[in-house]
């Protein structure tokens, strides 16, 4: 241990009386060395990953057939509202709307076929005027009684703080079955 120590001390008195060049030469030797081992993990890691990448992907063979439903997704079918149903639903919404108060001027109707899923998707936007809890009921009215039903976008807009009307953009998409899948 004392071996150690004097080594140490020695050390310690040349790197105190090194002139200053001489400290900043080894100074950016062992920089240059941190920096060549860096730049070789990372040139690792590079080769690594284009090996990996140049390994050929394993293809699937295309599917041309129409493969039919499975049990659950015959289920999920079966869950979701007719397509004729669409026009009662609508009404029902509106008449949802004007049972409780709320006030609105009109509404868009627009449906969307989905080839692929057997679905029809109607996108309904409502502007209504009407008091929070009003709001509020209505929402939680329709949304319970129509699973399939999705409030999709719901804006408040409050003009004056004294008055308790507020207008609010009200948007569903309500998920329709289309036909036998």
Do not use: C, W
């Amino acid at each position: 241990m004392g071996y150690l120590a004097l080594k140490l001390q020695s050390a310690i008195y040349k790197i105190r009386y090194t002139d200053t060049y001489t400290k900043l030469g080894i100074g950016m030797l062992f920089a240059a060395v941190v920096v060549l081992i860096f730049v070789l993990v990372a040139l690792q890691s590079h080769t690594k990953l284009q090996s990996e990448l140049s390994q050929p992907l394993p293809t699937l063979a295309p599917s041309t057939a129409k493969e039919k439903p499975s049990a659950l997704t015959q289920k999920f079918y079966n869950l979701l509202p007719d397509e004729r149903q669409a026009d009662a639903i609508s009404a029902q919404i509106l008449r949802s709307a004007d049972s409780l108060g709320m006030v609105f001027e009109h509404a868009e109707f627009k449906s969307i076929p989905v080839d692929d899923a057997h679905l029809v998707v109607q996108h309904i936007r409502l502007p209504l005027k009407g008091n929070y809890i009003q709001i509020r009921q209505f929402l939680n009215t329709l949304l319970n009684a129509y699973p399939s039903l999705a409030l999709t976008e719901f804006k408040l807009q409050r003009d004056d703080a004294t008055r308790d009307q507020v207008e609010s953009q009200i948007e569903f998409t309500l998920y329709l079955r289309k036909g036998q899948p």
